[in-house]
């Protein structure tokens, strides 16, 4: 589990921050605190699809289950066999 939490982690800084000083944890709020958008949700979703070899139904892919990492490690080990 941490080590999902820290690649989700990684991929956020190096994706969706602009100054690389900013701290992030597994609690911010990536999509309520604007940090993650719409259109990068999808392209986060796509990494942990490649990344897990899993594949993350759209119903369950909602803001919600993407607003922190924590949420999203959650999401991503319900379809990691």
Do not use: Q
Not at 45 to 64: C, G, Q, V, W
Request: charge should be negative; avoid cysteine; glycine fraction near 4%.
């Amino acid at each position: 589990m941490e080590d999902i939490k820290a690649a989700v982690l990684e991929y956020v800084k190096e994706e969706y921050l602009e100054d690389e000083d900013e701290e992030i944890t597994y609690e911010t709020p990536l999509i309520s605190g604007g940090i993650v958008d719409s259109f990068s949700m999808v392209s986060l979703k796509r990494f942990l699809e490649t990344k897990y070899s899993i594949s993350i139904p759209d119903e369950k892919a909602t803001p919600e289950a993407f607003d922190s990492v924590n949420k999203i490690a959650d999401l991503v080990k319900e379809f990691v066999g």
